[in-house]
């Protein structure tokens, strides 16, 4: 019996890259079903990662201060790490965690239920290709979402670091 999960992925994946879906599912709907997911699991549990890996990036906002939360697909670096990418569903403007990371890189994500510190880092571009394929190999055809946007997407490694306590 084959795993059915790429399967649903790839479907996911291709419905994504409609208008209908970057524009009212992707950024209305998903985060939404996420937060209920979270909320009924005891925060074990999100929507996205049904279809994707994906984690809860905890920022503090570059303006407000205010801590930010905000559900993301990731992919695994091969040394430990998380790649995240800013696609914001393909806007043509970066999403503000982007933004919350520059002014503050130390910050936590929770994945399957388990919080951790990290210090985020934006890729450099000799790095851009290799990230966008471990990027794509867990979400098929992410990038088209920087070329449908118009900009240069802000792609972060997230590095787990130890807090001083």
Do not use: C
């Amino acid at each position: 019996m084959s795993d059915p999960v790429p399967a649903a992925r790839a479907g996911v994946a291709l419905l994504s890259r409609t208008r209908f879906f970057r524009r009212y599912v992707g950024p209305v709907v998903m985060p939404r079903l996420d937060r209920l997911f979270l909320r009924l699991s005891g925060g074990r549990l999100q929507l996205t990662t049904l279809i994707a890996p994906s984690l809860v990036l905890h920022t503090i906002g570059a303006k407000s201060g205010q801590p930010r939360d905000v559900n993301l697909i990731y992919a695994a670096d091969g040394r430990g790490r998380a790649l995240v990418a800013g696609t914001n569903w393909a806007g043509a403007t970066h999403p503000a965690w982007t933004a919350n990371l520059l002014a503050h890189p130390d910050v936590a994500i929770t994945v399957r239920g388990r919080r951790m510190s990290v210090r985020a880092s934006l890729i450099p571009d000799d790095e851009r290709d290799e990230a966008w394929a471990r990027l794509e190999a867990v979400w098929p055809k992410f990038r088209t979402y920087e070329d449908a946007s118009g900009r240069t997407v802000r792609l972060f490694r997230l590095q787990p670091v130890r807090r001083a306590d």
